[in-house]
C-alpha cells in the first residue's frame, strides 16, 4: 500500500543495546525525517535528509544515527539506549518545501 | 495507552460552540504555518495551512489567522463537535523545509 510505514509500533529495549527504527514511504519523497515527542511536548526534530546520502543533524541528534541509502528508507538507530530516549518516535515525509508533509504512526520505545 | 496531551495546556469547549487555539511562533523569517492536529496514538495529521505574505486563509470549518506583527497564529474551529477533541500543534517553516513545532494544546470537547 502506498504510504509511510514504521516499525515497529512499539519496542522495549534494556539500557545500553543499540536498536533500530524503521521508516518506509512509497511516494519517492525527497525529503524525510524523525521527530520525537515526550508526554507534554511538541515534536522535536532529530536528524532530516533531503535526499539519498545526503542528511543532517535537527535539535536533538545526539545518541542517534541515521541513514539514507535507498530514497524511500530512513532508518533510525539509537546506538546504545538511555532512559531519557524513551519517547515516541516520528517519521515524516515530504516532496519538497512545507507541502505535502505526511507523517507516520510512530514508533514508541521503552528504554528499561 | 498514554495521551501525548498529559501535561499540555488545555482547552475546554462545549459542543457546538466555536474554538480558538492560538500559537506564539518564533522564528520571523518563516515563511509558511500549519497547523496539525493529533489524536491519540497516531502522528499528526493536516489541518490547515497559511502562507507569511497572507493573514486569513479559510477551510472547511476551520480559518487560521495570521500576525505576523506579534508573530500570533490562531486556529478557529466552528460548531466545535466531539471529533474535534485532540491536541493541536501549530508548525512553522521556510526554505530548508525543516518543521518546527509548537507544544501543542490539548482541545477537549464537552457534550
Known amino acids: 500500500d502506498a504510504g509511510i510505514t514504521q516499525s515497529p509500533r512499539y519496542k522495549i529495549t534494556e539500557t545500553g543495546r543499540q536498536v533500530t527504527l524503521m521508516c518506509h514511504q512509497t511516494w519517492s519523497h525527497s525529503y524525510m525525517f524523525w521527530y520525537r515527542q515526550d508526554l507534554g511536548h511538541g515534536l522535536r526534530l532529530i536528524y532530516y535528509s533531503a535526499a539519498a546520502d545526503i542528511t543532517d543533524k535537527g535539535e536533538v541528534p545526539d545518541g542517534y544515527v541515521v541513514s539514507r541509502s535507498k530514497t524511500e528508507n530512513f532508518p533510525l538507530t539509537l546506538e546504545s539506549a538511555t532512559r531519557s530516549q524513551t519517547s515516541v518516535y516520528f517519521c515524516a515525509s515530504t516532496v519538497g518545501g512545507p507541502y505535502g508533509y505526511t507523517f507516520g504512526s510512530g514508533t514508541r520505545l521503552t528504554v528499561v | 495507552g498514554e495521551s501525548v496531551g498529559l501535561h499540555l495546556p488545555t482547552l475546554s469547549v462545549q459542543e457546538g460552540d466555536n474554538s480558538i487555539i492560538n500559537c506564539a511562533y518564533s522564528?520571523?523569517?518563516?515563511?509558511?504555518f500549519i497547523w496539525y492536529k493529533q489524536e491519540s496514538g497516531k502522528g499528526p495529521q493536516f489541518i490547515i495551512d497559511?502562507?507569511?505574505?497572507?493573514d486569513k486563509r479559510q477551510g472547511q470549518r476551520v480559518t487560521v489567522l495570521l500576525n505576523k506583527t506579534v508573530k500570533h497564529l490562531s486556529l478557529q474551529i466552528a460548531a466545535t463537535q466531539p471529533g474535534d477533541s485532540a491536541v493541536y500543534f501549530c508548525a512553522e517553516t521556510g526554505a530548508n523545509s525543516k518543521l518546527t513545532f509548537g507544544k501543542g494544546i490539548t482541545l477537549s470537547v464537552r457534550p
Open positions: 522564528n520571523s523569517a518563516s515563511d509558511y
Open positions: 497559511i502562507r507569511s505574505n497572507m
